[in-house]
């Protein structure tokens, strides 16, 4: 399944049983006695205390206030280890702080378009709810490439433009990127908005935060470059984003007990979904492993999932491919190792020659979602 389309594949909430009788021991029902019964739990249509609120930005300061120390976000380096992560309360305060950085230092209002150009990571996820926290829509852009600016960077500087972003937020090291001779030589950055170095962040919150009364109104604008280089823009409202997460929620059974690994580029479609938005919706923790950092390290996904004993896992073709590309000389060694590296390692392989199923497919213990291009 494409991440930039809809989603068809992912698996279906348990269905209740409508009658009980003699095959209920078939089906899996529980027999007490003589007697059939039926295990029962809650309905997955009922209302959950976040589905009160009708805008994402309301979720996140209900879950900084009723629980603060919750981690939502944990991201990975390139050895397997956790670089950074995120609590409830730590993402709300990081995000009131770009909010001021908005607010006074840029000068912004409400329905101003700000490009958002980081790398995959934290960052990306506090400038996104610092953006809502002060009115503006926020654009995720994929960065320049140092070792190939003279093509990447007309692409970051055309979604700027066709966007209408009144300012771009990004790192100091981008930023230094940004003013390069080479940038330069490749466009003018002159003609470009404010560039706002969110490392250096105001200590002090804004006055207040902005408080959006229309569930129709804009949310973000989602952005993608096709491989023919067409480049498409999707408004994506607030009600939108809503009926997004909870199916996502609902269909993957998304609870805050919950551990994630997401190995996706966060700049688009349900990549940016899962990567940004899903875990303050649901409450789930999310481990980001950054798709870049398996050049350097082929077995980090595989090593992530197995290691932190993760249920589930969303990745994309090329993850997958890359992955099984990298190990495929190793793949013995592996199995000597670790027995359970060497099966999904081996189950991967095969499930790419059309040995296994090609969309959802369950290994014990690890459910893996994949997204195919």
Not at 166 to 180: D, F, G, N, Q, Y
Not at 335 to 341: E, P, T
Request: hydrophobic share 40%; glycine share 6%.
């Amino acid at each position: 399944m494409c991440p930039h389309t809809c989603v068809t594949n992912l698996p279906k909430p348990r269905q209740k049983q409508p009658e009980i009788g003699p095959a209920s021991v078939m089906v899996g029902n529980l027999v007490s006695g003589k007697r059939i019964a039926q295990a029962s739990g809650r309905d997955l249509g009922q209302t959950d205390d976040n589905d009160q609120f009708l805008f994402l930005s309301e979720v996140l300061q209900w879950r900084a206030q009723t629980t603060p120390d919750h981690v939502l976000y944990t991201l990975l380096s390139s050895r397997g280890a956790v670089s950074s992560s995120l609590t409830c309360l730590q993402l709300h305060k990081r995000a009131e702080r770009v909010a001021a950085l908005l607010m006074e230092r840029a000068g912004l209002q409400e329905g101003d378009h700000v490009a958002l150009v980081y790398p995959p990571g934290i960052d990306l996820i506090a400038a996104f709810y610092g953006s809502l926290y002060a009115g503006c829509v926020p654009i995720t852009v994929r960065p320049p490439h140092p070792q190939n600016i003279s093509t990447t960077l007309p692409t970051v500087k055309m979604i700027v433009e066709v966007s209408h972003s009144a300012c771009v937020m990004t790192t100091a090291i981008i930023c230094k990127l940004l003013r390069s001779k080479e940038a330069t030589a490749t466009v003018d950055i002159r003609n470009w908005p404010p560039v706002l170095d969110t490392d250096d962040l105001p200590k002090k919150k804004p006055p207040a935060l902005y408080k959006p009364t229309n569930p129709d109104g804009l949310a973000y604008l989602d952005f993608s470059v096709s491989t023919t280089g067409m480049l498409a823009g999707v408004q994506i409202s607030h009600n939108a984003v809503g009926a997004f997460c909870r199916s996502v929620k609902l269909q993957c059974e998304l609870y805050p007990s919950r551990e994630v690994a997401i190995c996706l580029d966060p700049y688009c479609g349900l990549g940016f979904v899962l990567w940004c938005l899903c875990s303050v919706y649901s409450g789930h923790q999310s481990i980001l492993i950054p798709p870049v950092e398996l050049e350097s390290n082929p077995a980090l996904w595989l090593l992530a999932v197995s290691q932190l004993k993760v249920r589930d896992t969303f990745c994309s073709y090329s993850v997958m491919e890359l992955c099984t590309k990298g190990l495929g000389l190793q793949t013995e060694a592996l199995k000597v190792r670790d027995s359970v590296h060497g099966m999904l390692v081996t189950f991967i392989q095969k499930s790419l020659t059309g040995s296994y199923m090609k969309h959802t497919f369950l290994v014990a213990p690890v459910t893996f979602f994949s997204l195919w291009s």
